[in-house]
């Protein structure tokens, strides 16, 4: 059904950027949550951030301050902006979605919370 496409990673140096752009084949709800998570080598998955044009944005602490997430309501397109990058910041990076939920409470950091993922693109950071 829904196939989420993101792209945007690649090789930076330690305070470098990037940007990840996440695409939807069908068009989606802004309004339910929508984010990034990311998947380090021998790590959990951990939630980066995510956004339902609700209430803001939420963001895990290690990347508060330094990424932003963007969501394009017109072509159901989303971005997450990282500058200051280190070099724990590399993993893979997932797009997710929602079926129909928000990013109330904890549910935004649950992997099986979202319904559609992203088949990952690489961010690598070096030092």
């Known amino acids: 059904q829904v196939e989420l496409v993101d792209s945007g990673g690649g090789s930076v140096q330690t305070g470098g950027s990037l940007t990840l752009s996440c695409a939807a084949s069908?068009?989606?709800?802004?309004?339910?949550?929508r984010g990034w998570f990311r998947q380090a080598p021998g790590k959990e998955r951990e939630a980066v951030a995510a956004?339902?044009?609700?209430?803001?944005?939420n963001y895990a602490d290690s990347v508060k301050g330094r990424f932003t997430i963007t969501q394009y309501s017109a072509n159901s397109s989303l971005s997450l902006h990282m500058t200051s990058l280190k070099p724990e910041d590399t993993a893979v990076y997932h797009c997710?979605?929602?079926?129909?939920?928000?990013?109330?409470?904890?549910?935004?950091?649950?992997?099986?919370?979202?319904?559609?993922w992203g088949q990952g693109t690489q961010v690598t950071v070096s030092s």
């Open positions: 997710v979605a929602m079926h129909a939920g928000y990013c109330t409470g904890d549910s935004w950091t649950l992997v099986d919370s979202y319904n559609f």
């Open positions: 956004t339902d044009s609700d209430g803001g944005a």
């Open positions: 069908r068009s989606l709800f802004n309004s339910f949550c």
